[in-house]
T-cell receptor, first 113, second 113 residues
């Protein structure tokens, strides 16, 4: 158990809908990262937050957004969902910014029908 | 862009040493390399991290040559429970977008009795 929690574990929805994925980092960690894992794209970095502020952006679509709240939990919002958004979404956390070890949560499996 | 590639799969007998290489042709001096283990439908689990020469912990060693164009994860005396997918992750600094995180393509290791 990494100490990172994610909810829900599974999510099934329809195209065009909007969903919110939630992540609670390990106690004491200030950075939260979001990744998408799909069969064709592998593990892709989406976005990083540090202590409530966006720090780095990767391959995140404009239909996707995230935020980190004062209690340091984070939410990833996915809107106008397409079939291709079906994937595993992982959250990771680390103590600080660059070069700190990232610890991953169990993931949320999103299925878009 | 730190493109990272790995062999798709490897087989090994129990008790043997396994070396998995990740190629990353374009990383900066201070970019860290981290290795993760992933079982089906679980989040990546941290194995080891380093940015130069050799690092060893209780489960693995990480070798990074002077040119830093590759890194090698070494697993001593593998067991059946080491059957998993192994990923390298390059933590690359980027002045314009903040740190970027590039996962390798993953190596599926099968340990044979």
């Amino acid at each position: 158990d990494s100490g990172v929690t994610q909810t829900p574990k599974h999510l099934i929805t329809a195209t065009g809908q909007r969903v919110t994925l939630r992540c609670s980092p390990r106690s004491g960690d200030l950075s939260v990262y979001w990744y998408q894992q799909s069969l064709d794209q592998g593990l892709q970095f989406l976005i990083q937050y540090y202590n409530g502020e966006e720090r780095a952006k990767g391959n995140i679509l404009e239909r996707f957004s995230a935020q980190q709240f004062p209690d340091l939990h984070s939410e990833l919002n996915l809107s106008s969902l397409e079939l291709g958004d079906s994937a595993l979404y992982f959250c990771a956390s680390s103590v600080g910014l660059a070069s700190d070890t990232q610890y991953f949560g169990p993931g949320t499996r999103l299925t878009v029908l | 862009l730190a493109k990272t590639t790995q062999p798709i799969s490897m087989d090994s007998y129990e008790g043997q040493e396994v070396n998995i290489t990740c190629s990353h042709n374009n990383i900066a001096t201070n970019d860290y390399i981290t290795w993760y283990q992933q079982f089906p439908s679980q989040g990546p689990r941290f194995i080891i991290q380093g940015y130069k020469t050799k690092v060893t912990n209780e489960v693995a060693s990480l070798f990074i040559p002077a040119d830093r164009k590759s890194s090698t994860l070494s697993l001593p005396r593998v067991s059946l429970s080491d059957t998993a997918v192994y990923y390298c992750l390059v933590d690359a600094g980027d002045i314009s977008t903040g740190n970027q995180f590039y996962f390798g393509t993953g190596t599926s290791l099968t340990v044979i009795p």
